[in-house]
């Protein structure tokens, strides 16, 4: 093995057996500071407040200009009616959403509904073409026995299966 390969192994070996036991005997971690982008700018005063942990404080009204303070409150003002607009408007969206959802269930119940009635008369209509062909086919089989019967000379089946005219 080579002395380049050599020292580079024995140095890690070493902090891992030491760092363990160093560890140990660090003091209680402090909190985590939250994390800033790397790409925050040296002049930013919310990257430098993010660094720091949040230290503002507001002074009292009296230590502050009275024109800033009128033009916050405007400003804040301004912001919460907007946030009422914006409220007043999910919430006028979130009820037509639910008329326009409850409507549509009434529909789809609607054509469910609909769809029932039509199986229904549908299969009411297949059973009647099926009893209408059932009586047909009975009524073809006498008939063809009564032409039968008459052919072989059966004079009373002849004559019993002649309507008579009325």
Known sequence: MSHRLLRPAIAALAVALVAPAALAQTPARQPAKPAVSASAAPNDPVGDLLR???RYHRAPDAAQNPEELRRTQALN?????QNDLAENEDRANAAA????QAQYQAELEQADAAARAARDRHEADLRAAAEAQADYERQMADWRATVAACER????RCNAGRQSPN
Do not use: M, N, S, T
């Open 97 to 100: 959403h639910a008329k326009a």
């Open 52 to 54: 720091q942990g949040e």
């Open 77 to 81: 003002d301004e912001i919460v009616a």
């Open 153 to 156: 000379g059966d004079r009373a």
